[in-house]
């Protein structure tokens, strides 16, 4: 049951570039969206996060989007740097319901000097 | 930078032994969680803990896993009697008044 996917298990792009990262959703309950960050033998990281009341976050570097009718949402990282090297996982709540965050599999991303 | 902290980093163990993960929360944090990371596969809930008791479990979480804050800043997940399945990272989260979850760093556990 994959209410959270990542599509891309990999991603690979060079240093100063543009990173986009997918993430789709199938439960329309989930109002709440997460990007998580992860290095090996690490934990996920909290990155950036954005309510269903938006359709753009932005923090520095990192941009996440929303396209609620199409349950979708992207991480935009610009310009990518190679300590951007990570695994990035999608994850999504329902806020006020369950308190579980449920994942994607994850992108791998590699940024190239 | 307050951190969630997990002991320890790496736990190997007999078919059949219990095994407790221990997780320092966040001081100031209320809600407490277990979610674990079986090789490549993806990070799944366990279980979720508010106000001393559980707030929900996953199907995974069955009576052999069991949970406690016995200090009130220890956050500890037992495994009674251990299966090769259950050999994964386990991840502890905390939270506190917003839906951002903080994780710390995992144990490996291996169950020979």
């Known amino acids: 049951d994959q209410q959270v996917k990542q599509n891309s298990p990999s991603l690979s792009v060079q240093e100063g570039r543009i990173s986009i990262l997918n993430c789709d959703y199938t439960?329309?309950?989930?109002?709440?969206f997460l990007w998580y960050k992860k290095y090996p033998a690490e934990g996920p990281t909290f990155l950036i996060s954005i309510s269903s009341i938006k359709d753009k976050n932005e923090d520095g570097r990192f941009t996440v989007f929303l396209n609620k009718s199409a349950k979708h949402l992207s991480l935009h990282i610009v310009p990518s740097q190679p300590g951007d090297s990570a695994v990035y996982f999608c994850?999504?709540?329902?806020?006020?319901?369950?308190?579980?965050?449920?994942f994607g599999k994850g992108t791998k991303l590699t940024v190239n000097p | 930078e307050p951190e969630v902290t997990q002991t320890p980093s790496h736990q190997v163990t007999q078919m059949g032994q219990e095994v407790i993960l221990r997780c320092v929360p966040i001081?100031?944090?209320?809600?407490f969680y277990w979610y674990r990371q079986i090789l490549g596969q993806k990070v799944e809930f366990l279980v979720s803990?508010?106000?001393?008791?559980?707030?929900?479990k996953s199907e995974i979480f069955d009576d052999q896993f069991s949970v406690e804050r016995p200090d009130g800043s220890n956050f500890t997940l037992k495994i009674r009697s251990t299966k090769l399945e259950d050999s994964a990272m386990y991840f502890c989260a905390s939270m506190g008044w917003g839906e951002t979850q903080y994780f710390g760093p995992g144990t490996r556990l291996l169950v020979l």
């Open positions: 001081s100031n944090h209320l809600y």
């Open positions: 439960n329309s309950m989930f109002d709440y």
């Open positions: 803990f508010y106000n001393n008791e559980i707030s929900e």
């Open positions: 994850a999504a709540i329902t806020q006020g319901g369950s308190e579980k965050l449920v």
